[in-house]
């Protein structure tokens, strides 16, 4: 009987069965069939033989990511700057969400919610030559225009390690406020005028109604978001800790990242084994972080939890 009640269940929603194959593909080809390679995580890879041929090395390829001199430091930086990203970057996407909510022109708004997504869209490259035009030695925009008529002398950005992690940040938020703000509109223009009006006849004042109506309705986007931004706390940014810096070494100590090193040794050593080691640490260790933060939030409020 059950078989029979399905297979008319099928029959009868066979449209929406045949729409559900593309995604189900797509998940196959994209999600479940490169699980293939966490094999080599575990092996030294020889080309000659294959990866299935090549022999076992147990834990060896995780090691090196402890093991190196550096090891403390790419820890350091990609943790820290992570979670000053995650601080800053919600908080600024949410005060822009909600500064554009009081904006009251329709065609300004929508101008500017197209100003702030720019730079979300562009490639990491056009960004880098944009610091560049800011932070050239010899013809930059700080230093020619800011630093020199001051009588300061001019600062040599690529030689010197003490202010990228300001500058980092600052080119970080200047790329993803814009999408994170957008994420905290969509959600905020849901929310039901009527509180707000009532809050004004209570006597609220702005602050008031941010604090007792926005962020009571905004809590559950909040949280999912930073859930989801804490999973990724062991992933960087490639292309701002490579290639905004130009990739100088006399940087290493404020930009080298978990991924700027791996890239950099699988350039120099040409061994995928260990780069794929490092890629499968970090995913174990996120999903512990998404798990474990999704239980804290479940223990304190069970419906604002992602799971």
Known sequence: MKKKKSLKRVLRYWPLYLMLIPGTVYLIINNYIPLFGLLIAFKKVDYSIGILKSPWTGLSNFTYLFATNDAFIMFRNTILYNVVFIILGNLLG?????????IKNKYFK??????ILVPYLLSII????????????????????????????????????????FILTIVYLW??????????????IGIDKTFYEAAVVDGAGTWKQIRHVTLPCMKGTIIILLILAIGRICYSDFGLFYQVPMH??????????????????????NNIG?????????????????VTSNAIVSKIDKDSALF
């Not at 949410?94 to 009081?102: C, L, N």
């Not at 929508?110 to 100003?115: A, G, L, Y």
């Not at 640490?281 to 998404?290: C, E, H, N, T």
């Open 274 to 290: 260990r780069s794929s080691a490092a890629g499968f640490f970090q995913s174990v260790l996120g999903f512990i972080l998404v």
């Open 248 to 269: 100088s070494g006399l940087l290493y100590k404020t930009t080298q990242t978990i991924d700027t090193f791996v890239f950099r040794a699988l350039l120099e050593q």
């Open 175 to 188: 790329m993803s406020f814009g999408y994170s703000s957008i994420l905290y509109y969509s959600t905020l």
């Open 110 to 115: 929508n101008f500017s919610q197209v100003i």
């Open 94 to 102: 949410f005060v822009t969400a909600i500064a554009m909510d009081t």
């Open 126 to 165: 056009i960004v880098t030559y944009i610091v560049y035009a800011f932070l050239n030695p010899t013809n930059g925009f700080i230093n020619n225009t800011i630093i020199k008529p001051l009588g300061g002398k001019g600062i040599n950005w690529y030689n010197e390690p003490k202010p990228w992690p």
